[in-house]
Nanobody, 119 residues
Framework: QVQLVESGGGLVQPGGSLRLSCAAS????????MGWYRQAPGKQRELVAK???????YYGDSVLGRFTVSRDNAKNTVYLQMNSLNAEDTAVYYC?????????????WGQGTQVTVSS
């Protein structure tokens, strides 16, 4: 099993910045993808950003140019730097990790951290 511990959420004013962190621990043999999804009230969960083991990154259209995903493979940690935040970014942000072992991929989710953008 893999445990994910998120940190860094909170309340921020429009135009501000936040940095989320997510550390993975447990039975980790190989991490393939690390990233972030979010879910706002009444909406479906959507991709924010993700990073593959090969170094490729993918972003949701609404955050492109404002958010940056990065990872520290030595620490099994993924980060999300969020800049120029606006009210539409208010959501619960979930860390996502995909591991690979013996031909099988497994998906893990964090408990979620609230990000609220409001004046």
């Amino acid at each position: 099993q893999v445990q994910l511990v998120e940190s860094g959420g909170g309340l921020v004013q429009p135009g501000g910045s936040l940095r989320l962190s997510c550390a993975a621990s447990g039975s980790i043999f190989s991490i393939n993808v690390m990233g972030w999804y979010r879910q706002a009230p009444g909406k479906q969960r959507e991709l924010v950003a993700k990073s593959s083991s090969g170094g490729s990154t993918y972003y949701g259209d609404s955050v492109l140019g404002r958010f940056t995903v990065s990872r520290d493979n030595a620490k099994n940690t993924v980060y999300l730097q969020m800049n120029s935040l606006n009210a539409e970014d208010t959501a619960v942000y979930y860390c996502y990790v995909q591991t690979y072992y013996s031909g099988r991929y497994s998906d893990y989710w964090g408990q979620g951290t609230q990000v609220t953008v409001s004046s």
